[in-house]
């Protein structure tokens, strides 16, 4: 019987655990995002009109990515910085607050974009997605990060030839336990300590 509960409290920390891990998600799919006019307007003899679609900034929140490598004005929110005010920001704006250590972006590839986030006062830098080899579209990870917490992130062009896109954002939550999570873990804990402490007591027999 003591095996048998001791098994069941070890089951409900491993289902807390990996309960805590699902947790981590993109959730940028639950924002909208926003930018000035003068997006998806080319300059005169800019030669990028051909194969192109009309710039979409519902690229920006999409659950899924373009394939790498795709013209850079193809399937994204692209803007002609000659075209458009200055400096030029995308805010993503999210329902609720979360905490965040990981991010993704895919743009334009012979461009830096610089990802930040607000902190109630300021924006912060979060992420710059340097420019990298390949052509077109190209996805870039920021790799695990610094956790951090907001409701609101902006993104911008750094650097490069003034054809700028983004096509997909994505920000992955840390996967901190939920309170019902946290209250699983404490009576597992709570579980194996009592069982621990009840099999180190010494039986005292008198005859």
Same mark, same amino acid.
């Given at each position: 019987?003591?095996?048998?509960?001791? %098994?069941?409290?070890? @089951?409900?920390?491993?289902?807390?655990?990996?309960?805590?891990?699902?947790? @981590?998600?993109?959730?940028?799919?639950?924002?909208?995002?926003? @930018?000035?006019?003068?997006?998806?307007?080319?300059?005169?003899?800019?030669?990028? +009109? =051909?194969?192109?679609?009309?710039?979409?900034?519902?690229?920006?929140?999409?659950?899924?990515?373009? $394939?790498?490598?795709?013209?850079?004005?193809?399937?994204?929110?692209?803007?002609?910085?000659?075209?458009?005010?200055?400096? =030029?920001?995308?805010?993503?704006?999210?329902?609720?607050?979360?905490? %965040?250590?990981?991010?993704?972006?895919?743009? +334009?590839?012979?461009?830096?974009?610089?990802?930040?986030?607000?902190?109630?006062?300021?924006?912060?830098?979060?992420?710059?997605?340097?420019?990298?080899?390949?052509?077109?579209?190209?996805?870039?990870?920021?790799?695990?990060?610094?956790?951090?917490?907001?409701?609101?992130?902006?993104?911008?062009?750094?650097?490069? +030839?003034?054809?700028?896109?983004?096509?997909?954002?994505?920000?992955?939550?840390?996967?901190? $336990?939920? $309170?019902?999570?946290?209250?699983?873990?404490?009576?597992?804990?709570?579980?194996?300590?009592?069982?621990?402490?009840?099999?180190?007591?010494?039986?005292?027999?008198? @005859?």
């Amino acid at each position: 019987m003591r095996k048998a509960v001791v %098994f069941s409290a070890m @089951a409900t920390l491993t289902f807390a655990v990996a309960s805590a891990a699902a947790n @981590a998600a993109n959730v940028i799919p639950t924002g909208t995002a926003s @930018a000035p006019a003068g997006d998806g307007i080319l300059r005169d003899g800019s030669g990028w +009109d =051909y194969n192109y679609t009309p710039s979409n900034i519902g690229a920006i929140t999409s659950p899924t990515l373009q $394939p790498d490598g795709r013209q850079w004005n193809n399937g994204s929110f692209w803007w002609d910085s000659s075209q458009t005010p200055s400096p =030029y920001y995308i805010t993503v704006t999210l329902p609720q607050s979360y905490t %965040f250590d990981h991010l993704v972006l895919q743009a +334009d590839n012979n461009d830096s974009y610089l990802v930040e986030y607000w902190n109630g006062t300021a924006w912060q830098s979060a992420f710059t997605a340097g420019d990298v080899n390949g052509w077109g579209l190209t996805t870039r990870d920021s790799g695990t990060l610094a956790s951090f917490t907001t409701d609101q992130f902006r993104l911008s062009a750094v650097s490069g +030839d003034q054809y700028y896109a983004i096509s997909g954002f994505q920000a992955f939550t840390t996967g901190v $336990p939920e $309170p019902a999570t946290w209250a699983l873990m404490i009576l597992g804990f709570g579980a194996v300590g009592g069982m621990m402490r009840r099999r180190g007591k010494a039986t005292v027999r008198f @005859a």
